[in-house]
C-alpha cells in the first residue's frame, strides 16, 4: 500500500513560483510512472507533467518551459516545481503513482495565482 501526501501549495501573485512535494509512504521502487494532476472549479482534471521510470518526462502544452517534474528516489518523493505562474494555473494538484497493479492519488494540495 502506498500513501502520498502533497504539500507546498498556497497562495502566489502572477510571475511568482512554487515547488510543490509529493512524499510516498511504503514502496514505490516498482513504479510505472508518476505525475502531478490538476483541476480547476467547474473543469475536468488533467495530467500537467509526468515521469517514468526512464526518467522520460511529458508535460500539459500550457505548461512547458515554466514547470519541471523531478524525483527523488532516495526520500521517495516527487517534486513539481513552478515558475511564472499565472492566474489560469490556479487549480487542486493532486499527486499520482502509477504501480503495475494499482493506481494512487494524494489529497490534493490548492495552488492560488493571484492577478
Known amino acids: 500500500q502506498v500513501q502520498l501526501v502533497e504539500s507546498g501549495g498556497g497562495l502566489v501573485q502572477a510571475g511568482g513560483s512554487l515547488r510543490l512535494s509529493c512524499a510516498a509512504s511504503?514502496?514505490?521502487?516498482?513504479?510505472?510512472?508518476m505525475g502531478w494532476y490538476r483541476q480547476a472549479p467547474g473543469k475536468q482534471r488533467e495530467l500537467v507533467a509526468i515521469?517514468?521510470?526512464?526518467?522520460?518526462?511529458n508535460y500539459l502544452d500550457s505548461v512547458k518551459g515554466r514547470f519541471t517534474i523531478s524525483r527523488d528516489n532516495a526520500k521517495n518523493t516527487v517534486y513539481l516545481q513552478m515558475n511564472s505562474l499565472r492566474p489560469e494555473d490556479t487549480a487542486v494538484y493532486y499527486c499520482?503513482?502509477?504501480?503495475?497493479?494499482?493506481?494512487?492519488w494524494g489529497q490534493g494540495t490548492q495552488v492560488t495565482v493571484s492577478s
Open positions: 499520482n503513482v502509477v504501480m503495475t497493479l494499482n493506481n494512487y
Open positions: 511504503g514502496s514505490t521502487s516498482g513504479f510505472v510512472a
Open positions: 515521469i517514468n521510470r526512464g526518467s522520460i518526462t
